[in-house]
């Protein structure tokens, strides 16, 4: 029997018909989807955020036809966990704006009009002859009013430090670009997978089926005893149930694929690229490291926050200084818009802290512990870059074998039921050897799927581990 027609790097769905060490990578590149974007900006998307979507469009009633190009291009649009990563961008920004404000001139205007009556006897003007009720008289004022800081150092600092945020909230959102591509492709690369595995095991049902009928004429021919047909039958029946099962993955593993890039959930889609195996030319983890240094923007972004909470801690430590402040006003006042007059005032004002010890003092140490903490989770984000970089080259290099010494497990099974099948069919022999070679190759096919798979995930990872996957998956994907 030949090996179903794989065409790619398919790896086998996440459910139980799939191979172990599939299953495992699947989970794996998850939870490093997870990992990657749980430790960013505080305001970033949560872990299965990456894993929805907003949908886009409706059904259109026909099969659609769906290029790994056209699913990347359709998650990065739609992706829940990119979309919220913008809207953190878009909060940062307002934040920037909002620290500014307080260094810039502030001008309200207002008019007012007052009607008013005063008996002058309730304020002890009570004089014989004269009548202490004032009014009714009537006031109009219009006026401007103007307020500047003039000299304020810990306004100054936590607008530097938003403005830190606000980079390392758009940087965020552009590694977040990483993280769906990662993700996308990993739903497509199992959806290919799943498509392998239905013509492996439709091959291998239809090898069953051929033995089963051998065995069938063997029996009715009285060269065969009745447990050749009964061992031939339960094969042909597993392969049935394993067919069920591989063709339930595939639909399960599609409307996971439509959840991460908005497809309708009921529309019917068909993955057009098969992703052919290709080999990586051999890469230098120092090398690559180094290029992960200059690209990696969620490093960056944790660069730029360590860059806020310095400026958070010298706007606390500032907070001992002297303040310059100015205010004014002037408007028109008057009895009648006709009879008025302008009048205005201004002040300077300096304000400077005598006894805030504690105050000032605490919030020093809480920003130093900011402080502590940023540049504690930039050390260890450089490392993880590292380590991302080396599992993913460890990875590449292993399924590369494994792919090689599968691809020859396949050949051999299929050399070795084609010879029991002969042997039975010349009477040499019963049929048990020819429903172990069956089961050997079914398991030669699963391993070799599960390689594939695991091969093109690994280049994938790497990408992303490298910071360019956004731009560059196709090439890792088809090799270099």
Same mark, same amino acid.
């Given at each position: 029997?030949?090996?179903?027609?794989?065409?790619?790097?398919?790896?086998?769905?996440?459910?139980?018909?799939?191979?172990?060490?599939?299953?495992?990578?699947?989970?794996?590149?998850?939870?490093?989807?997870?990992?990657?974007?749980?430790?960013?900006?505080?305001?970033?998307?949560?872990?299965?955020?990456?894993?929805?979507?907003?949908?886009?469009?409706?059904?259109?009633?026909?099969?659609?036809?769906?290029?790994?190009?056209?699913?990347?291009?359709?998650?990065?649009?739609?992706?829940?966990?990119?979309?919220?990563?913008?809207?953190?961008?878009?909060?940062?920004?307002?934040?920037?704006?909002?620290?500014?404000?307080?260094?810039?001139?502030?001008?309200?205007?207002?008019?007012?009009?007052?009607?008013?009556?005063?008996?002058?006897?309730?304020?002890?003007?009570?004089?014989?002859?004269?009548?202490?009720?004032?009014?009714?008289?009537?006031?109009?004022?219009?006026?401007?009013?103007?307020?500047?800081?003039?000299?304020?150092?810990?306004?100054?600092?936590?607008?530097?430090?938003?403005?830190?945020?606000?980079?390392?909230?758009?940087?965020?959102?552009?590694?977040?670009?990483?993280?769906?591509?990662?993700?996308?492709?990993?739903?497509?690369?199992?959806?290919?997978?799943?498509?392998?595995?239905?013509?492996?095991?439709?091959?291998?049902?239809?090898?069953?089926?051929?033995?089963?009928?051998?065995?069938?004429?063997?029996?009715?021919?009285?060269?065969?005893?009745?447990?050749?047909?009964?061992?031939?039958?339960?094969?042909?029946?597993?392969?049935?149930?394993?067919?069920?099962?591989?063709?339930?993955?595939?639909?399960?593993?599609?409307?996971?694929?439509?959840?991460?890039?908005?497809?309708?959930?009921?529309?019917?889609?068909?993955?057009?690229?098969?992703?052919?195996?290709?080999?990586?030319?051999?890469?230098?983890?120092?090398?690559?490291?180094?290029? +992960? /240094?200059?690209?990696?923007? &969620?490093?960056?972004? =944790?660069?730029?926050?360590?860059?806020? #909470?310095? @400026? *958070?801690?010298? %706007?606390?430590?500032?907070?001992?200084?002297?303040?310059?402040?100015?205010?004014?006003?002037?408007?028109?006042?008057?009895?009648?818009?006709?009879?008025?007059?302008?009048?205005?005032?201004?002040?300077?004002?300096?304000?400077?802290?005598?006894?805030?010890?504690?105050?000032?003092?605490?919030?020093?140490?809480?920003?130093?512990?900011?402080?502590?903490?940023?540049?504690?989770?930039?050390?260890?984000?450089?490392?993880?870059?590292?380590?991302?970089?080396?599992?993913?080259?460890?990875?590449?290099?292993?399924?590369?074998?494994?792919?090689?010494?599968?691809?020859?497990?396949?050949?051999?099974?299929?050399? +070795? /039921?084609?010879?029991?099948? &002969?042997?039975?069919? =010349?009477?040499?022999?019963?049929?048990? #050897?020819? @429903? *172990?070679?069956? %089961?050997?190759?079914?398991?030669?096919?699963?391993?070799?799927?599960?390689?594939?798979?695991?091969?093109?995930?690994?280049?994938?990872?790497?990408?992303?581990?490298?910071?360019?996957?956004?731009?560059?998956?196709?090439?890792?994907?088809?090799?270099?």
């Amino acid at each position: 029997m030949a090996v179903a027609q794989l065409g790619g790097s398919k790896g086998t769905s996440s459910n139980e018909a799939t191979g172990p060490a599939t299953v495992a990578a699947a989970q794996q590149t998850l939870s490093t989807v997870n990992t990657q974007s749980s430790s960013t900006t505080p305001q970033q998307a949560g872990q299965g955020d990456y894993r929805g979507s907003l949908i886009e469009g409706k059904s259109t009633g026909t099969v659609l036809d769906l290029s790994l190009d056209d699913a990347m291009a359709r998650g990065l649009r739609t992706n829940l966990g990119l979309i919220l990563q913008g809207t953190a961008e878009k909060t940062a920004a307002g934040q920037r704006l909002q620290s500014l404000q307080s260094l810039l001139p502030t001008v309200t205007g207002t008019a007012s009009y007052t009607v008013q009556q005063i008996n002058l006897a309730a304020y002890g003007l009570n004089f014989p002859g004269f009548n202490p009720i004032v009014g009714p008289f009537q006031v109009f004022d219009f006026r401007a009013s103007l307020s500047q800081s003039l000299v304020n150092v810990p306004s100054i600092e936590r607008y530097v430090a938003s403005k830190h945020n606000f980079q390392a909230a758009k940087l965020t959102a552009e590694d977040a670009r990483s993280l769906v591509v990662l993700t996308v492709g990993n739903a497509y690369l199992l959806c290919i997978a799943d498509v392998s595995r239905i013509e492996a095991v439709q091959g291998e049902l239809n090898s069953s089926k051929v033995s089963l009928d051998q065995a069938t004429a063997a029996h009715n021919a009285g060269t065969s005893p009745k447990l050749d047909v009964l061992r031939a039958q339960v094969d042909y029946q597993n392969q049935q149930q394993q067919l069920i099962s591989a063709q339930n993955n595939l639909s399960k593993d599609k409307l996971a694929l439509a959840r991460v890039i908005g497809l309708p959930l009921d529309q019917e889609f068909r993955t057009t690229d098969l992703v052919p195996y290709v080999a990586l030319d051999h890469v230098d983890p120092n090398t690559a490291y180094t290029q +992960a /240094l200059a690209a990696r923007k &969620d490093l960056k972004a =944790s660069a730029e926050q360590v860059k806020s #909470a310095n @400026s *958070q801690k010298t %706007a606390a430590w500032a907070e001992q200084l002297p303040e310059a402040h100015f205010s004014g006003d002037f408007g028109d006042i008057g009895a009648t818009v006709g009879h008025s007059h302008g009048t205005y005032t201004a002040t300077g004002e300096i304000t400077a802290p005598i006894l805030q010890i504690a105050k000032t003092r605490g919030d020093i140490l809480v920003a130093e512990a900011a402080q502590e903490q940023a540049k504690s989770r930039l050390s260890d984000r450089a490392q993880q870059v590292n380590a991302d970089v080396r599992d993913a080259i460890l990875d590449i290099e292993a399924a590369a074998k494994l792919v090689e010494a599968t691809k020859s497990n396949v050949d051999l099974a299929n050399e +070795a /039921l084609l010879e029991s099948q &002969d042997r039975f069919r =010349s009477g040499v022999s019963d049929n048990l #050897a020819v @429903s *172990q070679a069956q %089961a050997q190759t079914s398991q030669a096919n699963d391993q070799y799927i599960s390689a594939l798979y695991q091969h093109n995930i690994a280049k994938l990872s790497l990408a992303r581990a490298l910071g360019i996957a956004d731009s560059s998956y196709k090439t890792y994907l088809g090799g270099k």
